[in-house]
């Protein structure tokens, strides 16, 4: 059985009946199809009309089939959603530079999900300086369990994708509290297939891949601060913050390689805390953004002193000339090269280490501000009068 989706229009007509879905059978397994296919067409008021066409002799047989099929999905469609209790794995991620290990000081509660270390150190690969066969470096870690439940009809079509964003919200929340990458490491299952277990070791490195890592020593905690399940609560309320949060952790996920892309994700996330203090004003004659780049420069006041701000003024063009004119700036524009040097100026390497790092925390502080609803009220911008 095959579906398409399309557009159709009724025959001898000429008004459109919208968008349909149509359903094929095949006959045999040489992909013969039947001639009489089955036609959903969407209506207005999330109403579906159902419909068997075709041009020769309908199957009377295959229609049967049809309306039992039908009859069985409507049933199910009145059944009460269920509940899905699911676990998964997150974890810091492996990043250029790394410091201790760190585990999760106590079992966490945000709403319903409950989080747990796995009390087990982890290995796994992860990337290096310089692109090489050669040269690796050993991430160390120790997971975190996470337990949830998710309602819907059925797991795959409408739990699993429920889990999947609230564990997308988590790992980017928990990565701007702690102020590292955490990210999925196994995804979510339903606990009826077992719950989601830490392997002995990364499936892909062999033992002597370990080394000397075996005993990594020091381990930090990551200790939840007090005020974390308030702001869970009030991220989860705050469409904007949520959607701001989310792309700073696209920023994280892309530094090491690609800084001018993580650029982007952290101006992003900056210019989207400006749009919760000041109001946006459009041009009358263009309907552009109005002071748009000003505003982001007004922003980084609440989280930076005058010398940060000035470091950080030219920011904006390098965001600007890699949305509108494709420029990179980083250290992508030469992998393996590297040139530091008291006697030379290393542009790329300074982008990198010094204006993405600089963006990074004042982003950081921004979200941090608004996580703990200490964002001063929405107001209209003023700019300031020039100087004689």
């Keep these: 059985m095959t579906t398409h989706c399309g557009n159709g229009y009724q025959t001898g007509g000429t008004a459109g009946i919208g968008t349909l879905l149509e359903v094929t059978v095949a006959l045999d397994a040489s992909g013969n199809n039947s001639d009489t296919r089955l036609l959903l067409v969407c209506q207005p008021g999330d109403q579906i009309s159902v419909m068997a066409c075709g041009n ?84 160390v870690s120790v997971p975190i369990t996470v337990r949830g439940t998710s309602v819907g009809h059925d797991w795959l079509h409408a739990a699993q994708p429920q889990a999947g ?74 469409t904007k913050v949520k959607s701001a949060i989310s792309m700073y952790m696209e920023g994280l996920r892309v530094e090491d390689r690609h800084p001018s892309l993580a650029l982007v994700a952290y101006v992003a996330a900056v210019e989207s805390i400006s749009l919760m203090l000041f109001k946006e004003e459009r041009c009358t004659s263009c309907t552009n953004h109005l002071d748009v780049g000003n505003k ?44 530091f040097s008291a006697l030379t100026r290393d542009e790329p390497s300074l982008f990198k280490w010094q204006s993405v790092e600089t963006m990074k925390k004042a982003a950081r502080k921004l979200l941090v501000m608004a996580l703990r609803d200490q964002l001063p009220r929405r107001t209209h911008y003023t700019k300031p009068e020039s100087s004689e």
């Design 296 to 339: 982001f420069l007004e922003t980084l006041k609440f989280v930076t002193d005058e010398q940060d701000r000035e470091a950080l003024r030219p920011i904006y063009g390098n965001r600007s000339n890699t949305v509108h004119r494709g420029r990179l700036h980083g250290t992508e524009i030469s992998l393996g090269a590297l040139t």
């Design 165 to 238: 964003k609230t564990l997308s919200s988590l790992v980017a929340f928990l990565s701007v509290i702690w102020n590292i990458l955490i990210d999925v490491q196994e995804a979510p299952a339903p606990l009826e297939w077992g719950e989601r277990r830490l392997p002995e070791q990364d499936p892909w490195m062999r033992e002597l891949d370990r080394g000397t890592t075996e005993d990594p020593g020091l381990v930090d905690a990551l200790e939840p601060p007090e005020w974390i399940r308030d702001a869970w609560i009030l991220m989860n309320r705050r």
């Design 56 to 139: 020769d002799t309908a199957d009377e047989d295959l229609i049967t089939a049809f309306l039992a099929g039908l009859k069985s999905a409507t049933e199910g469609m009145r059944e009460p959603a269920k509940s899905h209790k699911w676990s998964a794995i997150i974890g810091e991620m492996p990043t250029l530079f790394q410091s201790n290990p760190k585990q999760l000081s106590s079992a966490l509660s945000l709403e319903s999900l409950k989080l747990s270390s796995t009390e087990r150190y982890f290995w796994q690969p992860g990337p290096t300086l310089l692109p090489s066969f050669n040269s690796r470096q050993i991430h």
